[in-house]
């Protein structure tokens, strides 16, 4: 069965501090994508990266890093130096490729507060 | 560029009654997908259109419906609303509909059924 969990439920941090998500996947596909996207109060959901099965290099992006290992079915996302900004339910999704459809499964989100 | 609309933001309904939300893709885009959220289910997966064809339904039952237009717009319809409908339902809509597609969401309608 697809499913995606993120156990943490919500998280505190100060300003400036580290921070990072956890996502645990399951599927019984070996083609598939894994996304993080954001949701700040207005609503949509803001794309963050996007990591298909093959690739499990670490990505980086100015503050934002991913870490994909495939071994622990995980995709964990890194938030260095927190801001005010950050603020916002981050949501880690599964897309099989099998069946040829954009469906995506959801985690059931990780609301992060960041405190200045 | 403009980014994926949703009308209305907000709706208000009683019970029984039906309703249709509207989305409007971004250009170019021919795959569209609706969710819910709700606080107790989170976000699921309603239906996916591509090309005015449904490609792909959810566990939700027949009183949500949807349809696609030939300019990729697509709406859907809730029928004999139920308190439980009340939600933010989203819109995405993806270039190529192929799968591990990158999704482009809307703000969202959200739905007070009362």
């Known amino acids: 069965a697809q499913k995606v969990t993120q156990a943490q439920t919500e998280i505190s941090v100060v300003e400036k501090e580290d921070v990072t998500l956890d996502c645990v996947y399951e599927t019984r596909d070996t083609t598939y994508y894994l996304f993080w996207y954001k949701q700040p109060p207005s609503g949509e959901l803001v794309f963050l990266i996007r990591?298909?099965?093959?690739?499990?290099q670490n990505e980086i992006s100015g503050r934002y890093s991913w870490n994909f290992q495939k071994s622990t079915s995980s995709f964990n996302f890194t938030i260095t130096a927190s801001q005010v900004v950050d603020s916002a339910v981050y949501f880690c999704?599964?897309?099989?490729?099998?069946?040829?459809?954009?469906?995506?499964?959801f985690g059931t989100g990780t609301r992060l507060q960041v405190f200045p | 560029k403009a980014g994926v609309t949703q009308t209305p933001r907000y709706l208000i309904k009683t019970r029984g009654q039906q309703v249709t939300l509207s989305c409007s893709p971004i250009?170019?885009?021919?795959?569209v997908s609706w969710y819910q959220q709700t606080p107790g289910q989170g976000l699921q997966f309603l239906f996916e259109y591509f090309s005015e064809t449904q490609r792909n339904k959810g566990n939700f039952p027949g009183r949500f419906s949807g349809r696609q237009f030939s300019n990729s717009r697509s709406e859907m319809n809730v029928s004999t609303l139920e308190l439980g409908d009340s939600a933010l339902y989203l819109c995405?809509?993806?270039?190529?509909?192929?799968?591990?597609?990158?999704?482009?969401f809307g703000q969202g309608t959200r739905l007070t059924v009362v």
């Open positions: 990591r298909n099965s093959f690739d499990e």
């Open positions: 250009s170019g885009h021919r795959s």
């Open positions: 995405a809509s993806s270039r190529e509909g192929q799968g591990g597609t990158e999704a482009f």
């Open positions: 999704a599964l897309s099989e490729l099998l069946y040829n459809t954009d469906k995506l499964i």
